[in-house]
């Protein structure tokens, strides 16, 4: 069977659009002569939709859209996702569907069976499950559809599993002779390597040949990289669709094909490549064409701001250094070296006069106390004043340039450099954020040299050094990782470090700052466990107080 | 069979606390001769613990404190809720439970069957559902015991339902004498009638008594009201816990009762009683003595200063009046005679001086190009810049005084007005602040009447008001309810309203403004659908565009 992939960038809600989309697909493989096109999960609605499926006008429309789409379909198979009713008065009433169309009707509809619930993902809210699955006969196969996590509970490759059904298994036990998986799933670092060696397990075992086709595109916080899937029936990778862009190929499940070897990519330019899809998707899908980064001299904005080069190309990236007192000599001079190696605008103001008139203001408030962090802040606040300002007046997308280990500890001030639309690398380390530049330097120096290797400091205060606070960047990331990525706690990790007292200081950081994350900006998703939507703690708790 | 309810507020982590409380609570049941002591939902973890419950160290932490309490028991019974460990390697492998202690041990364990996972619900990413309930023989009556939701699924009460199983017709089969429901019920409007409308019909069908144990307390942006219940075998209502107070009271479900009438409150008083409760919560709860406000001569300032006072006493409330050229002297006036009136320090810091400063400093980079909505928001940022040094110099818990109606549309500066640790009113429309407020001032002026009466503005710029850019009050509101809250969509509102455009505008703002409420503060939620956790929408999407 020839089936077309067809892996597209929906908009969430855009159902007109989307609908669109999936309309030219079919006709690109009817013209192509294959005997199916498939698209991925939720294509119809764009993933993932949120509470807009618990408005009756919008499950109408998906509902009107999806008859529009069947009614023009021919001989050709058409499989697409999207949402479905049912009306029985129990549990949610919508479905996560695949409609599988053609003759000008919808034929056959397989809801997902396995919802999955943890970290970003909240599909239990929407969507009941499917009660059985069934194959389907198409041109003399028996198709085995099933929907993204449908096809991650393979008894085989888990030591633990999520639920006690496999659906796939079923699909197989009932004959299914080609397996296709309508697929969204959102990058995090490593993950397209874990869908491959699964998909390879699962394939190898059933013998059976899949076609997986994933959507494509930023949504937020979320990153989809696309690279679709299609395996032979042992177990071999055998057509990649491509990373980080739509696309659209054909795979005749008959024909031989040479197995693609695994081609390793290192952690950097993966990491790079999700970034900077991220930002450009965030933008034109909001209709931002120019961004705006606040240059500090330090490593996290000039990664940012190179980031943001790669984006949306140099003439759409402006940048604004806003010295004070306590800027360094040095962070203007690497700033200005790193924007004339990107060949981009800045511009320079001074935030002296406006701290100094504040603290002016403020000091019969103060009632003499001495100068803390209240002062620091205020230095902060009136950069994101001005960063906000510029943003309103040209309209550009002011993005914030955080890392995940200050935004982990609060190293960072809420209202002030916290201030942005877009959180760009809020889910990269320190550390990462430095191999991550060493990397981009490998030819050519791009991120000048000083920046990287001098002692990272906020500038708020003479001689302030991170170290002042922080424990080395390289201790701090291992306490760091295993806290919020491995979720281990303070025994295990204490155990690991040797030095309870500073792992204890450590871990009531991040928990005491829950609250200045959860005002700052949506964050680009990389790791398996970034801070926003998937790591959900309350502001006001007591453990391990 | 007489049952000591004990309505206990609990803090979400703080497992040795909580562990004392139910201890203590537990003996003193005991020493007053009853064969039975509950306490509520989840009671020795908090509610909603949320991901601490997905960290082994955690979890192994409640089960010894589950153990320890469990060892002290004697004849007397007892109830309490906790997380609980099953290892099959399928699921979450936890269990949000009922645990039945006496004679030193845990005799028997129920496990909530029914796991909620809408609106601020959760719970199906922690939790596996019980597999089936069963009746607990125990001083010669047989318990049936349930948890929150399992309660809430009654096919006489409910036209559509959420569940396809009903635990608690299930115990009545199994020869229930005695229900008994450990739960942790968020408030909001009228939910308080709802379960007493609810759990009536229950009683009075099953013919069974009822101990219905609540938590109370704040947590973040949920209030927990208390007010536990207790029915009698007619459906009656024959005994109510406190509102908003930790409380202890004994059930004898063989004593004949006098039923207790509905005791109608007003809206006002319902919501006052909430907010002042739940702000109360947090600041205790965290360890803030102090609030401040930033006072603006409006009615929303005004109404939040007002409940803080109530909350904490006016010693512990502080207020700072920021003028800019565009403040009127009305405000002044106004805002100096609620301060009398309040009994609370305040201070005027005008802003003038450095939004002309900033402006000056920006002016090069404004290219010429005329005030716009940027000006006005540099006036709100100064504000925040003033409003957080106080906080961050005195130690004052800021409070954002934003209302639902400006939240929705986006009538607010992020990182302006929108600065603050709490966001007091966020959950109320303006009609229903206005209402609030004359209610307040029923009997004394205590809110200056000129505050009530003026027409509403942000005083950003020379004679504004906020119907320049908004439609009256009462018509915005009427729009967002029937769209946030029984979400209905364009169609159904604009066939209400009679007027599509308006209806498509409104719409559209509250949709293009979540990324301001992405950041927001957290707001106390008092009606069935609030801001923030329980309302989720992505901020790029193009439904309705």
């Not at 094909?257 to 909001?286: H, M, V």
Request: proline letters at 3%.
């Amino acid at each position: 069977m020839k089936i077309a992939l067809v892996q597209i960038d929906t908009v969430i809600g855009d159902i007109k659009n989307n609908k669109q989309k999936i309309i030219e697909g079919y006709q690109q493989g009817a013209n192509d002569g294959v005997e199916l096109v498939i698209f991925p999960e939720l294509s119809l609605v764009g993933y993932p939709p949120q509470d807009l499926v618990e408005k009756e006008e919008f499950r109408q429309a998906a509902i009107n859209a999806s008859k529009e789409i069947a009614s023009i379909t021919g001989k050709t198979g058409l499989i697409f996702g999207t949402i479905t009713e049912r009306d029985d008065l129990i549990g949610t009433d919508i479905h996560n569907s695949a409609l599988l169309c053609f003759e000008g009707k919808v034929q056959f509809t397989q809801h997902k069976t396995l919802i999955p619930n943890y970290d970003v993902f909240d599909e239990m809210r929407y969507f009941d499950s499917a009660k059985d699955v069934y194959v389907f006969e198409f041109h003399g196969e028996k198709l085995g559809i099933s929907i993204c996590e449908d096809i991650w509970n393979d008894a085989d490759y888990w030591y633990k599993r999520r639920y006690s059904v496999d659906p796939v298994k079923k699909l197989i036990d009932k004959g299914a002779t080609v397996l296709i998986n309508i697929s969204a799933s959102p990058y995090h670092y490593g993950h397209r390597k874990d869908r491959q060696e699964m998909l390879s397990v699962l394939t190898r075992r059933d013998k059976v040949p899949l076609a997986y086709v994933c959507n494509v595109g930023g949504q937020t916080d979320l990153v989809f990289d696309g690279a679709s899937m299609c395996f032979d029936n042992f177990g071999n990778l055998v057509l990649l669709g491509k990373a980080y862009s739509e696309d659209y190929f054909v795979f005749d499940t008959k024909a031989k094909y040479t197995p693609i070897l695994k081609s390793e990519r290192s952690f950097e330019e993966e990491i790079l490549d999700a970034l900077i899809y991220g930002l450009k998707e965030y933008c034109s899908k909001l209709g931002f064409k120019k961004v705006l980064v606040g240059l500090s001299g330090g490593i996290d904005s000039a990664l940012v701001t190179y980031i943001a080069v790669k984006a949306l190309g140099k003439e759409n990236v402006h940048v604004a250094l806003m010295p004070s007192e306590f800027s360094s000599e040095g962070s203007i001079i690497d700033s200005r070296k790193l924007i004339n190696n990107l060949g981009i605008s800045s511009e320079e103001i001074s935030i002296q006069p406006v701290v100094d008139k504040t603290i002016e203001m403020l000091d019969g408030s103060f009632n003499g106390k001495h100068p803390d962090v209240t002062e620091e802040n205020i230095q902060a606040r009136i950069r994101g004043i001005y960063l906000m300002a510029l943003s309103n007046k040209h309209n550009y997308l002011l993005l914030t340039t955080g890392n995940k280990s200050e935004m982990a500890v609060g190293y960072c001030t809420l209202y002030g450099d916290m201030s942005g639309g877009l959180a760009v690398i809020a889910d990269v380390y320190k550390t990462e954020v430095y191999r991550i530049a060493k990397y981009i330097n490998n030819d050519i120096e791009i991120i000048p040299n000083e920046i990287i290797t001098k002692a990272p400091s906020a500038e708020l205060r003479y001689g302030q050094k991170d170290q002042d606070t922080l424990p080395e960047y390289e201790l701090l990331d291992k306490i760091l990782r295993m806290y919020l990525e491995e979720n281990k706690e303070i025994n295990e990790i204490s155990e690991i470090i040797g030095d309870n007292e500073l792992v204890k200081r450590i871990l009531r950081m991040v928990d005491v700052n829950e609250f200045k994350r959860k005002q700052a900006a949506p964050a680009l998703r990389v790791s398996k466990k970034a801070f926003g939507y998937g790591r959900r703690y309350p502001i006001v708790q007591g453990w391990r107080k």
